[in-house]
């Protein structure tokens, strides 16, 4: 099946700084990645996704980059601000009826 | 659009009891839901996915009839915790994905259950 390793586990950046964090995953045939932000005791929201027709979205201050060759895929946030802290997860999905596999979350913190 | 609750949002019960926690996609049919549990700093561990009228598909290591799941419409899944016991305490999630396209899962707000 799909594996899917994150990271880093924790990212702690200043205010204004870039954040960055990266997915790769095994299954050459996963098309679709979404991304999701967890606040604490909170829901997971989906925050952006990319399918593999192409190789970068963006949303104002949020990113995804994809690359199918090296099988991987990284969000990139621009000028954080202190409620951009959360955990962030990544996950990569055959699409339709298939079910998405997670990463392990990664921890970003950002200090004012 | 795309909104799924779920409820209790916490709940304490007695070593033994039955807990049941409801998933409802208010403004979508939900073709597939899928329930996950997570501790403290981790990620998401799938439980089990449900599609309407059919039953539950486990994942690995998942006792089916401890986590009984029942998917009876469109809009509402439930899971039941039989006989919890302390280590069943955690952060129960379920989303669901459907009409509005297969591919995106939208998750409800979660159940805190705490099992004394």
């Known amino acids: 099946g799909e594996n899917v390793e994150q990271h880093p586990s924790t990212l702690s950046v200043q205010e204004g700084d870039s954040a960055v964090i990266k997915c790769t995953y095994s299954?050459?045939?996963?098309?679709?990645f979404p991304w999701y932000k967890q606040e604490l005791g909170k829901r997971p929201q989906l925050i952006i996704d990319i399918r593999s027709n192409v190789g970068e979205k963006k949303d104002q201050r949020i990113a995804v980059t994809l690359n199918k060759t090296a099988k991987h895929f990284s969000l990139h946030i621009t000028e954080t601000q202190p409620e951009d802290s959360a955990v962030y997860f990544c996950a990569a999905s055959k699409g339709g009826s298939y079910i998405p596999t997670f990463g392990r979350g990664t921890s970003l913190i950002v200090h004012p | 659009g795309a909104v799924v609750s779920q409820h209790p949002s916490r709940v304490i019960c007695k070593s033994g009891t039955s807990v049941k926690i409801e998933c409802r996609s208010l403004?979508?049919?939900?073709?597939?839901m899928f329930w996950y549990r997570q501790f403290p700093k981790q990620s998401l561990m799938l439980m089990a996915t449900?599609?309407?009228?059919?039953?539950?598909?486990?994942e690995q290591g998942v006792e089916k009839d401890k986590f009984l799941i029942n998917h009876a419409s469109l809009t509402l899944s439930t899971l039941t915790v039989t006989s919890a016991h302390p280590e069943d305490s955690s952060f129960y999630i379920c989303?669901?994905?459907?009409?509005?396209?297969?591919?995106?899962?939208?998750f409800g707000p979660g159940t805190r259950l705490t099992v004394l």
């Open positions: 449900s599609n309407e009228g059919s039953k539950a598909t486990y």
């Open positions: 989303s669901a994905s459907g009409s509005l396209g297969t591919d995106t899962q939208y």
């Open positions: 403004d979508f049919q939900a073709t597939t």
């Open positions: 299954d050459s045939a996963s098309n679709y």
